[in-house]
């Protein structure tokens, strides 16, 4: 397009100014009319925000006319010149967009299909050849459209699929490489979608095809604003639709074998830096949700001659020390080994248990000296404790099947940088336990104990619950009162929801406990001494179906009371006192569990019987 071609000479040369790009705006001739719109783009993008009036963007929006303007962004044919006019009428558009007024107008939304398809740049269409430069200029002025118009109404962003398909394809086209204006302003409309957007789920399904991509931009982009738009919508993903339906994300390892490592040294630039402590609590909320239950472990191969195996993704088995990292490391003066992620992830969950704890139980104290927290603080402290605690159960299993990993020779503990070794796994675990201690202290303090809110209490509990799991004989003398003050007193402390919650995770997560402990007389003892089958009563209520098919983590559930049953039926040390109460209790419990579960457990103390 000559006249694109002429004003880009004028601009380099004359440096005209914006009074004579908007006479030229204004001609009757076409060819002046596309000297002018590029001339004024060129200046206002150039200028400082602050400097930009509206007063000027409306006069260039009513000198060039909304139907010169229409021309340029849905042009009747394909071709070059169709082309360069569609980047230039993008161009333009973005730089009139800064005015709040033609950024909301009707005019704008008229053209907010057409943007949505330039940005798609669908293949034989009339938008095939636009830049990233000008998808990333369709992206922006629609971005701004929308959520203006939503404050305006007082609603959610109604951002249509058609863009959010446009952003997932631009992310994908860059794979997450180079990052620029595209992936900026894609991952605006991306996280937009899953945070503002009226069809969060559907939009979900469809953001959920760039995971993959948004890993490499979260790894790639240390210290720039993508890094952490990456991170909340990566977040979103993990904690949201990702865990319903693995089907969206099971094809990854195969077609991007990267990802979870991306997405680890990503986490690891976050978790080393200076970045602000919410962004280091949702970036803790991810790991959590790569390490517990449907993203926990990665296979890897070991050597040549081994078909490898499951390990954790904590160990973080293919990592190297993010450049980031190292360079931090360098920087603050440190001669000493990188600590690994899994090191890295501990210090900072006992950091944000001691900090958190701290500010609860003296919040009020009378004769603190301190300050007291303001609201906002408050909240923070309270979001990374029970990030925190969310976290700890995580750590604790990893810690385990890192151990029996390197035991069965799967893999190998190291001194290299970043890498996990033996000291370290150590100390991971001596922290964990220093952990769970203190929380036993809250509890074990009279006063302390009621001044922490009962769901931070029942996540507190859960982290014990994880390292008696572990660990069943861990402080075995200071159980016996905790057990029944958890199960008895505490449980009256908490109401509605809570209440419900909180019998629901002391019923499931203290089962495998009791499974283990009751070969003993001590476990048997205890687990009928603390009320634990009054809980778990009314938890096995709860997730037994009251028709159709049981799901097949309810079976397993009444399978391990059955396990439990047998347990007390084969002990010999009990007194009858306990052991006939307790087996009526249990046998009581059994009947109401489904028909496949009775079945097998009728045949399983049949053959104990013979």
Not at 19 to 28: D, K, R
Not at 231 to 254: I, K, M, N, Y
Not at 278 to 304: H, K, P, Q
Request: some cysteine.
């Amino acid at each position: 397009m000559a006249a694109v071609m002429r004003a880009e000479e004028v601009a380099r040369d004359d440096a005209p100014s914006l009074a004579e790009a908007v006479e030229l705006c204004a001609s009757t001739s076409k060819e002046k009319k596309l000297v002018g719109a590029y001339l004024a783009a060129q200046i206002l993008q150039n200028a400082p925000q602050s400097e930009i009036a509206e007063r000027d963007l409306d006069a260039i929006a009513r000198a060039l006319g909304s139907k010169f303007i229409d021309e340029l962004l849905r042009p009747k044919s394909k071709g070059e010149d169709a082309r360069m006019g569609t980047e230039l009428g993008l161009r333009v558009c973005e730089t009139l967009a800064k005015s709040a007024r033609f950024a909301r107008s009707a005019t704008c939304a008229y053209w907010i299909d057409a943007l949505s398809d330039a940005a798609m740049r669908k293949e034989g269409g009339i938008y095939e050849g636009v830049s990233d430069d000008g998808v990333a200029s369709a992206l922006a002025i629609s971005l701004r459209h929308l959520t203006l118009s939503a404050s305006a109404r007082g609603g959610e962003v109604n951002i249509g699929k058609r863009l959010v398909e446009a952003a997932v394809e631009a992310l994908k086209r860059t794979k997450g490489e180079i990052i620029g204006r595209l992936t900026a302003y894609a991952l605006d409309v991306v996280d937009c979608a899953l945070t503002r957007g009226e069809r969060v789920e559907e939009d979900a399904r469809v953001v959920a095809r760039a995971a993959p991509e948004m890993c490499r931009v979260l790894r790639e982009t240390a210290g720039d604003g993508a890094q952490l738009r990456a991170l909340a919508a990566l977040h979103s993903l993990f904690c949201g639709v990702l865990q319903r339906e693995p089907e969206l994300w099971e094809t990854w390892d195969d077609e991007h074998p990267s990802w979870r490592q991306d997405l680890l040294e990503g986490l690891w630039v976050i978790l080393s830096s200076r970045t602000p402590r919410v962004y280091r609590f949702v970036a803790l909320d991810v790991a959590r949700c790569m390490s517990d239950g449907t993203f926990a472990s990665e296979n890897i191969e070991v050597d040549a001659n081994d078909e490898g195996g499951a390990v954790p993704w904590l160990y973080a088995a293919k990592a190297t020390p993010p450049a980031a990292v190292l360079a931090g490391a360098v920087s603050a003066g440190s001669t000493k080994k990188v600590p690994s992620f899994m090191c890295l992830l501990t210090e900072l969950v006992r950091v944000e248990v001691n900090v958190g704890l701290y500010a609860l139980l003296n919040a009020n104290a009378d004769d603190s000296k301190d300050e007291p927290l303001d609201p906002e603080k408050e909240a923070l402290t309270f979001h990374g404790l029970t990030t925190a605690l969310e976290l700890f159960p995580c750590l604790i299993q990893g810690a385990a099947d890192v151990a029996e990993c390197e035991e069965a020779g799967r893999i190998t503990l190291s001194e290299a940088m970043g890498c996990l070794s033996a000291g370290e796994l150590m100390k991971i675990v001596e922290t964990l336990a220093d952990i769970t201690s203190s929380i036993l202290e809250v509890f074990e303090d009279t006063s302390d104990r009621e001044k922490v809110d009962p769901l931070v209490c029942v996540k507190m509990i859960q982290c014990v619950s994880a390292h008696l799991i572990e660990a069943p004989e861990l402080h075995q003398d200071r159980m016996e009162k905790l057990l029944t003050y958890w199960f008895g007193e505490f449980l009256d402390r908490c109401e509605g929801d809570t209440r419900y919650y909180a019998e629901a995770r002391f019923g499931e997560h203290f089962l495998t406990f009791f499974g283990m402990v009751t070969t003993s007389s001590w476990g048997i003892e205890l687990m009928w001494e603390c009320g634990y089958v009054r809980v778990l009563k009314k938890f096995l209520e709860d997730v037994r179906p009251t028709d159709g098919p049981a799901h097949p983590l309810v079976e397993g559930i009444f399978a391990a009371v059955g396990s439990l049953r047998q347990n007390v039926d084969n002990s010999t040390e009990v007194l009858g006192d306990v052991k006939a109460p307790l087996l009526e209790a249990l046998d009581e419990l059994l009947r109401a569990s489904p028909a496949p579960v009775v079945k097998s457990l009728t045949h399983m103390m049949a053959e104990a019987s013979m």
